[in-house]
């Protein structure tokens, strides 16, 4: 026999940005002793008159009886009443209902059910669907976007690839309103487990959850499991702010999804695998309960190809953070810059370690072969392209004001070699520079948000434009992995997802690295084999639609051959982990050190076993003076002095 306290011990809400107000919805459930005498015979019919056997009950246990009432404003303005049951100094959980006799009635069935289970009594009641308020039917016709009927809720997120729970979180967050997932009530119950020899009981156990957007509170619907009711709960509140017209439904679809696989350019399919996989890990992550993806996150990915250009694969993405003005970590344990760009060029480095230790282990497998010197070059065909949802902030992003060039660089230019899968990588880069500040450097600023180099504070990260522009010279790579690489990784393209600008995103991207007023083309300035990249820039046929959000407060990051996604803290730049060994990201400096020190050892490749961190970096002397002659190349072309995180 199980007590009270030990079926209904902890809380019994899942806050999301704060508490609804009621304190009723979560009560401490007390261990009280169970009543040991057996009452009820056979089966107890909770839809004939349950006030009648609660009241026999107390009689027959020589107890007293009352009911604790409250009210509370729910959808609509409409008054809830609240009701629970006491026997002696036993209360019972609260039911919840449109009137006040309806939610004494349920407060019965609930106390009759926890009883009955106690007693080992079956309930008549089929508990696999129960919502309150009587025509509130998640099953009933919607329209979801563009006008097209659906028969309930569930049907229409199936077909827009999403779930209540997310759309529920999205809108929340786009109001900035709290969001609340309240459990009111539950009964039933399994007795025992395999494990513990007990005896299992067959009562079925409802759990009751209700939601509350804003201090709204809605309608609570149940399930045979906490899961099942929480989804109910998010439909039914879906389906009452589609009603109110509080909440449109969007097609999530991407524009080029509706062009014909022979329509798609290069770009298009970068696009479409970048967002495939950002769809595939949504799932991942709501299955694993590590929080909710809502759409519109700004995403950066890279993706690999061959020889043909058509075996494309993503192996690395990650979504972004704002920049929240968190000191720089000394020890290396934070990540710093949080911006989708910087996390994915970084996931994309974890990538590479694996398939440097696979080109040890199996080497017909990896993108890498061992060359005369010893270290790693990459194999004969393989190539890496990035996206990116927006242009990337800095100079990239300040002077972008619409879409140029439209379709003259959807996809390549119209004589781009098809050998190439439409891509042209003899792309004539035609940079803007004609107004005052374009191509300085710039920082990014908690407060400002993208501010000139002269007006930043120690500290600060540089823009991911000034960024990506040093890796088009020094390589994707970091100075680490340049111990064990024959030669720089370069990008072979970049796709913009919207406000694609190719004047502007040539100038931030690469071409502020030519002399100004010289003539374009190879630098002969740059110790080798280091080079001034120019990568191929493009745009999907049809541009990408975006929506206004918040800005998320997490980010999430994933490279092929890992197990798991991380999820990012944007205040602490650590992993949010319910785990209190997770402390550090696998994409800070202190973990990354720790991977390239092991793979170097069983590399054989000894660069001095005592160093640190910087220790290992300094002793890259071809990458420090590529590094250097950015800097320099910057200053001599007037576009502000580079140093260590701002000045």
């Known amino acids: 026999?199980?007590?009270?306290?030990?079926?209904?011990?902890?809380?019994?809400?899942?806050?999301?940005?704060?508490?609804?107000?009621?304190?009723?919805?979560?009560?401490?459930?007390?261990?009280?002793?169970?009543?040991?005498?057996?009452?009820?015979?056979?089966?107890?019919?909770?839809?004939?008159?349950?006030?009648?056997?609660?009241?026999?009950?107390?009689?027959?246990?020589?107890?007293?009886?009352?009911f604790i009432s409250s009210e509370t404003k729910g959808y609509g303005g409409k008054e809830i009443f609240l009701e629970a049951v006491k026997l002696g100094n036993?209360?019972?959980?609260?039911?919840?209902?449109?009137?006040?006799?309806?939610?004494?009635?349920?407060?019965?069935?609930?106390?009759?059910?926890?009883l009955a289970q106690e007693e080992k009594i079956s309930l008549c009641e089929n508990l696999e669907l129960l919502t309150s308020f009587a025509g509130v039917n998640v099953r009933a016709p919607v329209a979801g976007p563009n006008g097209v009927k659906y028969s309930g809720v569930a049907e229409m997120n199936r077909a827009l690839g999403t779930s209540s729970v997310a759309v529920v979180h999205e809108y929340s967050q786009s109001?900035?309103?709290?969001?609340?997932?309240?459990?009111?009530?539950?009964?039933?119950?399994?007795?025992?487990?395999?494990?513990?020899?007990?005896?299992r009981d067959a009562t079925p156990r409802a759990f009751f959850i209700a939601v509350s957007v804003g201090g709204c509170l809605y309608p609570s619907a149940g399930g045979t499991s906490k899961k099942i009711a929480k989804s109910l709960a998010a439909d039914t509140a879906v389906l009452l702010l589609l009603k109110e017209g509080a909440l449109v439904m969007e097609d999530k679809s991407l524009p080029m999804e509706s062009l014909d696989v022979g329509q798609r350019s290069f770009h298009d399919n970068i696009c479409l695998l970048a967002h495939r996989k950002f769809s595939d890990l949504t799932s991942y992550i709501n299955r694993q309960k590590r929080g909710v993806f809502t759409d519109n996150k700004l995403i950066s990915a890279f993706v690999v190809s061959r020889d043909n250009f058509e075996d494309l694969r993503v192996v690395a993405l990650a979504t972004g953070c704002p920049t929240t003005g968190r000191p720089v970590s000394l020890d290396?344990?934070?990540?710093?810059?949080?911006?989708?760009?910087?996390?994915?060029?970084?996931?994309?480095?974890?990538?590479?370690?694996?398939?440097?230790?696979?080109?040890?282990?199996?080497?017909?497998?990896?993108?890498?072969?061992?060359?005369?010197s010893g270290n790693f070059a990459l194999k004969a065909g393989v190539r890496f392209h990035m996206y990116t949802s927006t242009p990337p902030c800095g100079d990239a992003a300040r002077f972008a004001g619409g879409l140029e060039d439209a379709a003259r660089f959807a996809g390549g230019l119209e004589d781009a070699a098809p050998t190439h899968g439409g891509l042209d990588l003899e792309q004539i880069h035609c940079p803007t520079l004609n107004a005052v500040g374009q191509g300085l450097l710039t920082a990014k600023s908690a407060s400002s948000g993208v501010v000139e180099i002269?007006?930043?504070?120690?500290?600060?990260?540089?823009?991911?434009?000034?960024?990506?522009?040093?890796?088009?010279?020094?390589g994707l790579q970091g100075a680490l992995l340049s111990h064990l690489l024959d030669a720089p990784v370069y990008v072979s393209s970049?796709?913009?997802?919207?406000?694609?600008?190719?004047?502007?995103?040539?100038?931030?991207?690469?071409?502020?690295?030519l002399p100004l007023g010289g003539a374009s083309g190879a630098r002969t300035d740059i110790?080798?084999?280091?080079?001034?990249?120019?990568?191929?820039?493009?745009?999907?046929?049809?541009?990408?639609?975006?929506?206004?959000?918040?800005?998320?407060v997490v980010a999430y990051l994933w490279s092929l051959g890992e197990t798991s996604v991380e999820t990012l803290g944007a205040s602490t730049g650590r992993?949010?982990?319910?785990?209190?060994?997770?402390?550090?990201?696998?994409?800070?400096?202190?973990?990354?050190?720790?991977?390239?020190?092991?793979?170097?050892?069983?590399?054989?490749?000894?660069?001095?076993?005592?160093?640190?961190?910087?220790?290992?970096?300094?002793?890259?002397?071809?990458?420090?003076?590529?590094?250097?002659?950015?800097?320099?190349?910057?200053?001599?072309?007037?576009?502000?002095?580079?140093?260590?995180?701002?000045?």
Not at 90 to 114: D, N, P, T, V
Not at 178 to 192: D, I, K, P
Not at 332 to 337: F, H, I, R
Not at 456 to 474: E, F, I, M, P, Y
């Open 1 to 66: 026999m199980i007590s009270y306290g030990e079926q209904y011990s902890g809380t019994g809400t899942q806050d999301y940005g704060g508490s609804y107000g009621g304190s009723y919805y979560q009560q401490e459930a007390p261990v009280y002793r169970p009543f040991n005498l057996p009452l009820f015979q056979g089966r107890i019919d909770l839809d004939t008159n349950p006030s009648q056997v609660i009241r026999d009950y107390a009689r027959a246990k020589g107890v007293s009886l009352d």
């Open 90 to 114: 036993r209360e019972f959980y609260f039911a919840q209902e449109g009137k006040k006799k309806a939610a004494r009635k349920s407060a019965c069935k609930l106390a009759l059910g926890i």
């Open 175 to 199: 109001r900035g309103v709290r969001l609340a997932f309240h459990e009111t009530y539950m009964y039933g119950g399994a007795a025992g487990s395999s494990h513990s020899g007990a005896p």
């Open 332 to 372: 290396g344990s934070a990540v710093t810059d949080c911006h989708a760009e910087v996390l994915s060029r970084r996931c994309l480095i974890n990538y590479i370690y694996r398939e440097l230790e696979l080109a040890v282990d199996n080497p017909e497998a990896s993108l890498f072969h061992r060359v005369a």
């Open 454 to 474: 002269s007006d930043a504070t120690r500290g600060c990260s540089l823009s991911c434009s000034d960024k990506l522009l040093q890796w088009n010279v020094v």
């Open 494 to 513: 970049v796709t913009v997802g919207r406000e694609f600008n190719h004047g502007h995103l040539t100038r931030a991207l690469c071409c502020r690295m």
């Open 527 to 552: 110790p080798p084999p280091f080079q001034v990249n120019h990568p191929s820039l493009g745009r999907p046929t049809l541009s990408e639609v975006h929506s206004q959000t918040s800005p998320p």
């Open 575 to 647: 992993p949010v982990s319910d785990r209190p060994f997770e402390t550090r990201s696998r994409l800070c400096r202190a973990s990354m050190f720790v991977t390239f020190w092991k793979l170097s050892r069983k590399l054989g490749i000894n660069i001095g076993a005592s160093l640190d961190y910087r220790g290992a970096k300094a002793l890259a002397v071809g990458y420090r003076n590529a590094k250097l002659f950015v800097k320099r190349t910057l200053a001599e072309n007037n576009m502000g002095a580079w140093e260590s995180k701002a000045k």
